[in-house]
């Protein structure tokens, strides 16, 4: 029965402990909350891949069918991931980014790039006549030249 007594001792010694542990990551909680950088958004990641797909798929000159096509997709799966309506599975996204001729570090990499604009050239350039996307790709080099930011 001497082993009761220390045994409450440890309970409540225990106690305090818990007590004190339950104090420190509401503290710590506050603190990360203070300092909190706010990251984007799963919707807004999703929209930087929708986007991000239209503008390399346009790059290369295909359409989105085509595009699948040449993976093995059926006719809209592609069309579904461009627009939204569909997310691609990481196995279909990688098959995307070896097809585009570039490695995920690349795909993912554009963070000086407006996601939103971009998108939006993407949609207008890909409603474009093949002769007038060539006339614009011809004028964007132009400025791109004159600017002095030509790629390396």
């Known amino acids: 029965m001497a082993k009761t007594p220390s045994n409450t001792s ?12 339950s ?7 506050s603190e990360s909350n203070r ?5 984007p958004s799963v919707e807004q990641h ?12 346009a790059r290369q000159g295909k359409t989105k069918c085509k595009f ?10 592609v069309s579904k991931y461009t627009s939204g309506r ?3 599975s990481l196995n279909n996204l990688l098959l995307m980014i070896d097809d585009l001729l570039i ?11 407006d996601p939103v604009s971009l998108g939006k050239a993407c949609d207008l350039f890909i409603q474009l006549e093949t002769s007038d996307r060539e ?6 080099e132009k400025f791109i030249d004159r600017s002095g930011k030509k790629q390396k």
């Open 10 to 21: 440890n309970q409540s010694s225990g106690a305090q402990r818990t007590k004190t542990r």
């Open 23 to 29: 104090a420190k990551p509401a503290e710590a909680r």
């Open 35 to 39: 300092q909190h950088i706010k990251t």
């Open 46 to 57: 999703l929209t930087d891949i929708r986007n991000r797909l239209n503008y390399l798929i």
């Open 68 to 77: 699948g096509h040449d993976l093995g997709f059926d006719k809209d799966t």
């Open 86 to 88: 569909s997310i691609p």
């Open 103 to 113: 490695t995920p570090k690349q795909f993912f990499d554009y963070q000086d790039l």
């Open 135 to 140: 006339e614009i790709l011809v004028m964007m």
